[in-house]
């Protein structure tokens, strides 16, 4: 019941923009003067054929996805190395970067999808192509079937066992700036919105978060309402060319730099996600910059309100944050370790004290290695007790800590077919973070297949498996196997 309010949710919020730009004055070109049409430069098309109304626009642009393309695009101007991997059929072309839309000198390479195409002939479709505004979003309805009947956790984010369910509904509005060029300052910004069961682990406290902590739900394996609304992404760009080889000062909120994985389902490898990632912060709220100082070398500093909270809550404390990114000459290696948060502060809310590197190698064009290993700990959290191991409950406060180790394995079969491999080890020493204080390990196997540019499906299979206590189903079994399967439907 839950799925399908949640899936007639999404079908209206899709249909949103449809009805209001019905009603609006920003109407169909096919009406106005011939010096409003659209550039001549434009392909004719059915989705781009004015003659026609928004919906079938709309239906005609997923057709032409469906059909291989005839013609190949020029290659974009870039002042960065080349692309290391093909994208697709892997989720980014580009070597590990968080805390800009892409390595500086690396240009925007989002595709135009056809909610965009469809506003091309309308005024405000054709305002937003002239100031370099995009919009676009997915769909990710999500299926598994497993070997635990209450709850996969800590797989994430398929957290309910064996049902359909209704992953992420995304809308993305952005601009993204220009950095190939050195000649003048430019902007971007970015405002992402998600619906869906994902929201249980973006949340942000302070960000509509009481759906989440002030709803309580014991016969749900995660507490907080089934599907809930998070504003995930909300930062504005500033570019500064003239800085060392180029500098973005952001502000606002970010997804947590320097994660293999990443919340929005297309930007991933794999489905689920690791342990590592389901247990380590999602998003910093404040003020941080990337420089780059060369080709090679990257440098990030900034300070915002510690992990998954924002700056306007009394959770909030003040942390640093660091990176620095190396990529080799050849490009067939990068490192990228970083300080993800650091202050003095007892733990708080997320507050945790996080150091991570991540590894990649490239054997080739087709295959690829990306290896990640963190530590992390909280300063005096009640109950936990002295020392690094949990051995009886304890009312005193202490430090509690976990760490682990994944690696992936990205092997392009063709262009519209990748397959991953994941591995991982995680040691959560007093069971803070996932509940159980044990050592866990999970392996994973899944395919990306894009049938089009605008649908990507994605079956997978993950086991999984808890040394020193039962740690799935809600501590009913020490082991778990699950198969999975998603759509990824952009629009």
């Known amino acids: 019941m839950y799925y399908k309010k949640a899936l007639a949710a999404a079908i209206l919020l899709t249909a949103a923009p449809v009805f209001s730009q019905a009603m609006a004055q920003s109407t169909d070109v096919s009406n106005m003067p011939a010096s409003s049409s659209l550039p001549a430069s434009r392909v004719a098309t059915a989705s781009s054929d004015c003659s026609r109304g928004f919906f079938s626009r709309f239906a005609a642009a997923y057709r032409e996805d469906a059909q291989p393309s005839n013609t190949s695009s020029p290659a974009l101007a870039r002042r960065a190395m080349d692309a290391p991997f093909d994208s697709p059929p892997f989720p980014n072309g580009e070597w590990q970067m968080g805390g800009v839309p892409a390595p500086i000198g690396v240009p925007d390479t989002n595709s135009t999808y056809p909610l965009e195409k469809a506003l091309g002939c309308t005024r405000l479709g054709q305002w937003m192509q002239r100031n370099r505004i995009e919009i676009f979003g997915w769909l990710t309805p999500a299926a598994n079937a497993s070997t635990s009947n209450f709850s996969n956790y800590p797989l994430s984010y398929n957290t309910r066992p064996n049902r359909v369910e209704l992953d992420q509904f995304v809308t993305n509005i952005m601009r993204v700036e220009d950095t190939v060029q050195t000649d003048h300052i430019d902007w971007g910004f970015d405002i992402s919105n998600l619906y869906g069961y994902d929201y249980h682990y973006t949340v942000s406290k302070g960000v509509f978060s009481n759906q989440l902590l002030n709803n309580p739900a014991p016969n749900q394996p995660l507490n907080g309402k089934i599907y809930g609304d998070d504003p995930m992404l909300f930062y504005f760009d500033l570019y500064i060319p003239w800085v060392a080889q180029g500098m973005v000062v952001r502000a606002g909120r970010w997804l947590s730099l320097p994660d293999i994985e990443a919340q929005f389902s297309p930007q991933n490898y794999l489905m689920t996600h690791s342990i590592l990632y389901t247990a380590d912060p999602y998003t910093q709220t404040g003020v941080m910059t990337t420089t780059r100082l060369s080709q090679q070398w990257t440098f990030q500093i900034g300070i915002n309100a510690s992990n998954d909270t924002a700056p306007w809550n009394r959770s909030a404390r003040p942390s640093l944050q660091t990176c620095v990114r190396w990529v080799s000459a050849d490009n067939n290696d990068m490192l990228y370790p970083c300080i993800n948060n650091w202050n003095k502060s007892d733990y708080n809310y997320n507050n945790v004290q996080m150091y991570v590197a991540t590894w990649g190698h490239r054997f080739s064009q087709h295959f690829h290695m990306l290896t990640e290993a963190y530590r992390m700990y909280g300063r005096n959290i009640p109950g936990f007790g002295p020392g690094w191991t949990r051995e009886a409950a304890s009312s005193l406060p202490g430090t509690a800590g976990e760490f682990g180790i994944v690696n992936y394995l990205?092997?392009?079969?063709?262009?519209?077919?990748?397959?991953?491999?994941?591995?991982?080890?995680?040691?959560?020493?007093?069971?803070?973070?996932?509940?159980?204080?044990?050592?866990?390990?999970?392996?994973?196997?899944?395919?990306?297949?894009?049938?089009?540019?605008?649908?990507?499906?994605?079956?997978?299979?993950?086991?999984?498996?808890?040394?020193?206590?039962?740690?799935?189903?809600?501590?009913?079994?020490?082991?778990?196997?699950?198969?999975?399967?998603?759509?990824?439907?952009?629009?």
């Open 410 to 491: 990205n092997f392009e079969l063709d262009p519209t077919n990748m397959l991953s491999v994941r591995n991982e080890f995680y040691n959560d020493e007093k069971g803070q973070r996932t509940g159980y204080a044990t050592r866990y390990s999970s392996h994973t196997i899944g395919l990306t297949h894009w049938v089009s540019q605008d649908l990507e499906l994605q079956p997978e299979l993950r086991y999984e498996h808890a040394y020193d206590t039962n740690a799935y189903n809600a501590g009913r079994k020490s082991y778990q196997a699950v198969f999975l399967v998603d759509a990824i439907i952009h629009y």
